[in-house]
């Protein structure tokens, strides 16, 4: 018994058993958000409605209809919206095939779904979700529109990966009245919104916000406006560390390996070819007038340039035989990036597993850091909840933050000392990380000021 029960604690008290309970509290923390009680009056959203019917605006659309919420779908085109409804409908069809939803079910979701050309019939809308691509001068059309077809009290939101909200707001009328509910993708799968909170938004679109996340079977987490929000201004820095790593001698299924054996569903390389190389490139280019004067990656220029766009081409930083979503290694990536590396002067040299998996989590980690001292979350662990339902990190290993804590804020700012040398302001060491160091804290120690 005695053995048993020593055998029981080592495996409480284990590094897994430990980001598993935090995990399970971080979850139930995102919900609160100082200011708002259950007094804050919030807005019932009885209709919505969602401007793009492409795969995230039909996926989004699929979430109000699955909460029992009818919902308008807006497009330019008759032609447009019968194709969004086409996809809504093979994938409600895909459900029923698989035993997850029968047909009645899908045919009372369907009825729910209308679509139309005019923001004239959107004037009894509770809610709007704009999904268009990420084009600002579009946006902030689109929105004047809505604010002139809309009743006053209707919310108009942006599922913006990355554009300033502040702006779009500005952009209307009812700047107290605009957020951003930042779906990922496919929305009718991912649980994360990021409920992003502009400068004039009111307490009671907040609480909406928060509360329709609940309603449509989401985990919301607020966050605020910067470049990326949270998630994705992570994200598009680990991702650079890296191509920088390929440039330099390590090769994308390597990478890959080594992330997926740390716990995530697939490395950066396998994402990108599923979200597509075109459409990380075209999110690139519009970085390059924030990050000029930063080191740029050049191979993912490279593979763009081939036509190689990812699973939709057949083809991307891996081949895929039809219908599969499981890629095999290119041997002509590999000879293009060789080639991109003796171009830019490189002497390749081997990585080891190690050297990967701390280049690319500690860009995560020193990236959140930054987000913390900006205030852009509420607390470290609503970090930890972005990254698990929004990007696949792994639950056992708690998010990137509690796991900065498990290794140490000491050796994790040495680290990103020592990379800052090879990749300049990319890796900048933050100043809370470099404080929390020096102090001997983690990020669970660190209150955001309000």
Known sequence: LSHERDVFVRLRDGNKSKAMRHMFFAEREVAKVPGITKQTPFKKINRAAVIGSGTMGGGIAMNFANAGIPVTLVDVSDEALAAGLGKVRGNYAGSVSRGRLTQDEMDKRMALISATTAYADLADADIVVEAVFEDMEL?????????????????????????????????????????????????????????????????????????????????????????????????????????????????????????????????????????GIDVRYSIRQEQLKLNADLRQSVILDRVYETGRYGQKTNGGWYNYEDGSR????????????????????????????????????????????????????????????????????????????????????????????????????????????????????????YVVSS
């Open 326 to 445: 499981t890629g095999t290694p290119e041997p002509a990536i590999e000879e293009l990036i060789v080639k991109t590396s003796a171009e830019l002067g490189v002497q390749r040299r081997p990585f080891s597993k190690e050297e990967i998996l701390e280049r690319y989590i500690y860009a995560l980690i020193n990236t959140g850091a930054k987000v913390l001292e900006e205030g852009l979350v509420l607390r470290a662990s609503d970090i930890d909840v972005i990254w698990h339902y929004g990007y696949g990190f792994p639950r056992y290993q708690g998010g990137p933050m509690f796991y900065a804590d498990l290794v140490g804020l000491n050796k994790i700012y040495e680290k990103v000392s020592q990379f800052y040398d090879d990749y300049g302001d990319w890796m900048k060491p933050s100043d809370l990380l470099k404080s929390l160091a020096g102090e001997g804290r983690g990020f669970a120690d």
């Open 139 to 275: 946006k902030k059309k689109i929105f004047g529109e809505l604010d002139t077809a809309c009743k006053p009290e209707t919310i108009l939101a942006s599922n913006t990966s990355s554009l300033d909200l502040n702006e779009i707001g500005a952009a209307t009328g009812r700047p107290d009245k605009v957020c951003g509910a930042h779906f990922f993708s496919p929305a009718n799968v991912m649980k994360l919104m990021e409920n992003v909170r502009t400068g004039a938004a009111s307490d009671e679109t907040v609480a909406t916000l928060m509360n329709l996340s609940k309603t449509l079977g989401k985990t919301g987490v607020l966050v605020g406006v910067g470049d990326g929000f949270v998630g994705n201004r992570m994200l598009h820095v680990a991702a650079r560390i890296a191509e920088f790593m390929v440039e330099e001698g390590a090769l994308p299924w390597q990478v890959d390996q080594v992330i997926y054996d740390f716990g995530f569903p697939m490395g950066p390389f396998a994402m990108n070819d599923l979200a």
